[in-house]
């Protein structure tokens, strides 16, 4: 039985459970002088019920799933004759991976050894025989449940205290896969950075002038040991996103102040929303426009006054990076400056103070946690911008602060190392996660600098 069947058989069995553990509860609850005899609603009763049958039955279902494919190759391998049970590990590993692809092509009859096609036929019976077994055996316990959970309907049984406890581990358990998720990140990508800093130091590539990852094949090749100097790419990164929070900060934070303080209802409620739809286009089309329209402009621009403009340069990445961030300064610090208690306008305004002076002495003040929020946000996002720097900044490793030349930044060597076959004993790409490492930690920086402005800040005006 599909897996499908079985998840929209099982979420049957859990309505009907429901509805069972609820009319059960409306039963006791007239024995027991109506719903205050009861200790919860009956809605709670029904919950109960539904997660009696569901937890068993879906623990099951996925201790099954998880095991199913490795029980059955092993039953499958023991099949074999001694002989290809008697094959080397790889030898034996090819042999069951074509066993596997036969059973699924359905096509056994093309194969030729009698063997191979019995294992074949072995596997096909052991899969369906799986199938039905787990099916069977998750509705079962499902079935189990639920007349466990009917039995516990009672008028003292505490449902709600039940179903909130199994709700709140269930919390417990999602936050703990975001964490563990977190952290399983880093330290992948921490133990492949230290395979890196084995062939390469980390003195080179914290403070090397020359990024240049290309390994030759022949030791007599130019370039043979490659340069890993990360320093051009830290500094493209920063510039690039120092010219685009230029430009987002002070068009955001004033659309942010526009919308809130000035604006009427009518202008809010049209401008907000055609203000936050920049954040919906694709980056391949900001891409496209800075590499189409910003950057020729841009060069012809420089060349009118006299300046060698690149072809593809920082600014004209910066900029329409910068517009693109514009709705992530400009929709948080709204929201933010909205979220200040209206006394503390009123206040400022009844003490003689102008509307600008507010704003500039009492609303930017109080909303700065919130504001600070955005900033960060709309920095992460520019470090971590890949499309607009590969078709507007380049990939040339230059060592510069020119914003007129092209540049490029870590994410896009990340993808330009990791694109294609790639070995990964191979410093080359180990680069890719020693880079990565680098801007995990600089965005851990800014995190660590933006809460402390918002603790600071949040004290002062709470």
Known sequence: MPIQTILITLVALLLFGYFLGRKRALRVSDKA??????????????????????????????LWTSFQTQIITSLTVASLPDIMQGQSTDQLGLTVNEIVNLAESGDISAEEDPAKQA????????????????????VVAALIGMLIGLRLVKADTRARNKVETVIRWA????????????????????????????????????????????????????????????????????????????????LGLMSAIFLSEYATARVRTIAKPVLEILAGIPTVVYGFFAALTVAPFIRNLG????????SESALAAGLVMGIMLIPFVSSLSDDAIS??????????????????????????????????????????????????????AGLSANLTINPLEAVTTVTVQIVTLLTGDQEFDN??????????????????LLNIIALHVIRKYREQYE
């Not at 200040?340 to 102008?354: E, H, K, N, Q």
């Not at 410093?427 to 851990?444: D, E, N, Q, S, Y």
């Open 303 to 310: 060349e009118a006054i006299g300046l060698n403009v690149a």
């Open 427 to 444: 410093p080359k790409t180990l680069a890719a996660f020693a880079l990565g490492l680098g801007l995990f930690v600089i965005t851990l």
């Open 339 to 392: 979220a200040v208690p209206r006394a503390m306008r009123d206040g400022s305004l009844g003490l003689g103070a102008t509307r600008s002076e507010t704003i500039k002495q009492v609303m930017i003040p109080a909303a700065l946690p919130g504001i600070v929020g955005g900033i960060l946000l709309a920095a992460s996002r520019a470090i971590g911008e890949t499309m607009i720097v590969v078709m507007a």
């Open 171 to 250: 919390m417990i358990g999602c936050a703990a896969v975001a964490i563990l998720t977190t952290i399983g990140i880093v330290f992948s990508v921490l133990f492949e950075a230290l395979r890196f800093f084995q062939s390469v130091s980390p003195f080179e590539f914290l403070f090397g002038l020359n990024w240049s990852p290309q390994t030759a094949i022949r030791a007599d090749q130019v370039g043979s040991s490659g340069a890993f100097g990360a320093v051009p790419l830290f500094v493209g990164t920063l510039l690039i996103s120092s010219i685009a929070l230029l430009i987002a900060v002070p």
């Open 33 to 62: 002088k109506g719903n205050r005899g009861l200790h919860s609603l009956p809605a709670y009763y029904g919950y109960m019920v539904a997660i009696w049958a569901g937890i068993p039955a879906v623990i099951i279902l996925l």
């Open 119 to 138: 294992a074949a036929q072995h596997y096909l019976r052991l899969k369906a025989i799986s199938s039905q077994a787990k099916a069977l055996v998750v």
